[in-house]
């Protein structure tokens, strides 16, 4: 391990020597096919590979030194672009294709060495990626550090997307260290001779460049000749608009002077209005409010005369009920007395009939007991016929008196009809009673509703001049300057988003949030209010019109 970091570390000191040297004598930015450069590149990579761990995976063992570099991106925030670079180029799949991509961004950058410095003064970390005994945890490692400081002088231009970093194959070229003098002065020549060379082409390159800048510069030369005129004109063209805009704002002046003016007396004769209309609005209220005790009073004797006819229809609605029983009882049991009293009239007709056969019967005997009066034999017969008379007689006096019973109670009978007529009588007056006072009742809710629609209508009215009394004391004329942005939609005013007062409240909004008109007690025709006020004023009038 000893002899191979002495190895290593004369390498080292060689290829820098060689690199810096050469690249000194041939005074140009080095590309990535110059050999002095990539030897270079292939003994760093030997000497970071020195000692390093083996990653055992599924595949195999994995030895890459992309590992310990990726490291720098934490411990170095600005080489954090490098790693991103490296990470987002599309040809490089491997870890030592990324590590030389690494190594080539942080030569271009010249930092290199303050890389790998800040690298090798975390030996704690690098523990864990190297062996013990490794070139870049010993001395040997801040030694290397030390002399790629001078590279710093190099100016590296390397093309790092094209190239095939994968597959490059890291073997030290010794042939270029081991060169006798005589080859190293044609040599020494050769690079003068290139030298010389690549000045004159640089110097024609140079030629040429400023040839097509100098035609560029004549043609930008001789556009802005033709924009400063445009602009010369556009500044006269300006400036007349500037004056005529003046000249305009100077008549707008004038005409707001006069506008506000004529508002200002139209406010007095306004408020003047508004001052009688508010005397003749307590005038009305103070009769309204009279008008309203009135008429809450004649309601409250009303609704007291309306419950005390409602109590008596239902008494007398009870006693409709309870005479309907009674009739409907009156009439079965006259129904049933009238069937009685046929019966009896047929009963009397038979008695009558048998009274007439009786007293034929007994004028027959009469005649017989007179005729045979003196004849002895028929005195038994005399004695069995009185004895039939009078029994004859008895019947007939028990058929008169129960025939002057069902008179009396066919008498009786027609004077509970001739009461149940007066009662239906009675009832048909009570019916045509309640039907007037039901249609009083009617009247009165009538009177009523109509008082109730009138008094809304004054309250209305009444509101309508709050509103009005409101608009000009409480809400004050907002002035121009106080608002900067619209009240509704928030929108801040400018030239093509103009104010606009509302005429019923004073608040200031765009065109759009009061474009309505409406007719208001304060002003005899149609003036601009917003929309808040306009839905208002529509709902408050549907209310009154209904």
């Known amino acids: 391990m000893v002899v191979e970091r002495s190895n290593l570390l004369s390498m080292m000191k060689l290829s820098i020597k060689v690199l810096i040297q050469s690249s000194l004598s041939l005074g140009r930015t080095l590309d990535s096919e110059y050999p002095p450069l990539q030897q270079f590149f292939v003994v760093l990579e030997h000497c970071l590979k020195h000692g390093l761990k083996v990653k055992k995976t599924f595949i195999g063992q994995n030895k890459s030194i992309w590992a310990p570099l990726e490291l720098m991106e934490k411990l170095c925030p600005e080489s954090a672009d490098i790693a991103t670079s490296v990470r987002d180029m599309p040809g490089i799949k491997t870890g030592l294709g990324r590590a030389r991509a690494w190594l080539h961004l942080a030569l271009m950058q010249k930092k290199i060495a303050d890389y790998m410095k800040v690298l090798i003064n975390r030996r704690d970390l690098l523990g864990e990626f190297y ?178 006819l409602q109590k008596e229809l239902e008494l007398q609605i009870g006693l409709k009920q309870e005479m309907e029983v009674a009739m409907k009882l009156l009439e079965k049991d006259t129904h049933e007395k009238q069937d009685t009293l046929v019966v009896l009239r047929q009963q009397l007709d038979q008695v009558k009939n048998l009274n007439l056969q009786m007293f034929n019967k007994a004028q027959v005997l009469h005649l017989i007991i007179f005729f045979r009066f003196n004849c002895c034999f028929c005195s038994l017969f005399r004695a069995g016929l009185e004895s039939e008379l009078s029994t004859e007689k008895e019947q007939r006096q028990n058929l008169q008196r129960e025939l002057h019973r069902e008179q009396d109670n066919s008498a009786e009978l027609r004077t509970q009809l001739q009461q149940l007529q007066g009662l239906q009588t009675e009832l048909l007056d009570l019916r045509q009673e309640k039907k007037q006072l039901q249609q009083l009742c009617e009247e009165q809710e009538q009177a009523l509703q109509d008082m109730g629609l009138h008094l809304s209508q004054s309250k209305l009215k009444m509101e309508d001049f709050k509103e009005v009394n409101k608009a000009l004391k409480g809400h004050a004329w907002l002035k121009d300057d106080e608002a900067t942005q619209c009240k509704q939609c928030q929108k801040e005013f400018s030239i093509s988003r103009r104010k606009h007062h509302c005429r019923n409240c004073g608040d200031i909004y765009c065109n759009s949030c009061s474009s309505n008109e409406l007719a208001l007690p304060s002003f005899p025709r149609p003036v601009r209010v917003c929309d808040i006020c306009h839905s208002l004023l529509l709902q408050r009038s549907s209310i009154g019109s209904s």
């Open 131 to 308: 062996n013990p005994g490794a070139l870049i945890m010993e001395e040997e490692g801040a030694v290397i550090v030390g002399m790629l400081v001078g590279l710093n002088v190099i100016d590296a231009n390397l093309c790092v997307k094209g190239e095939d970093l994968d597959s490059q194959v890291g073997v030290i070229d010794f042939s270029m260290y081991l060169k006798d003098p005589q080859a190293t002065e044609n040599t020494q020549d050769d690079s003068k001779m290139t030298a010389i060379l690549d000045q004159k082409h640089y110097i024609e390159e140079l030629n040429r460049h400023l040839s097509c800048t100098v035609t560029d510069l004549q043609a930008k030369m001789d556009s802005l000749e033709k924009t400063n005129s445009k602009l010369i004109e556009e500044l006269t063209a300006a400036t007349d608009r500037i004056n005529a805009l003046r000249e305009e704002q100077e008549q707008l002046k004038q005409e707001n002077a006069n506008i506000l003016q004529s508002s200002q007396r139209k406010e007095e004769v306004t408020l003047q209005d508004s001052q009688v209309e508010l005397e003749t609005y307590r005038q009305t209220r103070q009769g309204l409010d009279e008008m309203y005790s009135v008429v809450w009073k004649q309601y409250k004797e009303e609704k007291r005369i309306r419950q005390e």
